[in-house]
């Protein structure tokens, strides 16, 4: 009886699981998503500038403050590998960094790292 009460529970979990993931073809021109924390120090799906280039563009090179920041999606496309890339704006209207309107990302790595999450 254990064992037929512990496999309903698995099953139960598992489905659970999966339906928390997000679909990266789901996500359309329009929708909000948040920018998370990165798994390392820098954000590695999402396609930021180095701070070299946002300091000559007069921008300031504060990686903190994005934590939490809304984007819009502008524009979705898939690469010749398959993959899907957004564009994405802040939701604000303000530029990313004081310097950069539109940000590119890799959908699907970075909704599975945590990068970006739906809203």
């Avoid at 339906?19 to 924390?37: E, F, K, M, R, Y």
């Avoid at 690469?79 to 004081?98: E, H, Y």
């Amino acid at each position: 009886m254990r064992i037929i009460i512990m496999a309903i529970l698995l099953v139960v979990a598992t489905v659970n699981v999966t339906a928390q993931n997000v679909d990266p073809s789901q996500v359309t021109v329009g929708d909000v998503l948040v920018i998370g924390h990165p798994d390392a120090r820098i954000y590695k799906h999402i396609d930021f500038p180095r701070a070299n280039f946002i300091i000559k563009k007069g921008g300031i090179a504060d990686f903190k403050g994005l934590v939490g920041s809304q984007v819009l999606v502008t524009a979705v496309k898939e690469n010749k590998k398959g993959t899907l890339i957004v564009k994405i704006k802040k939701a604000n209207g303000k530029k990313f960094f004081n310097s950069h309107a539109v940000i590119r990302a890799d959908l699907k790595n970075a909704l599975e790292s945590g990068e970006l999450s739906m809203r």
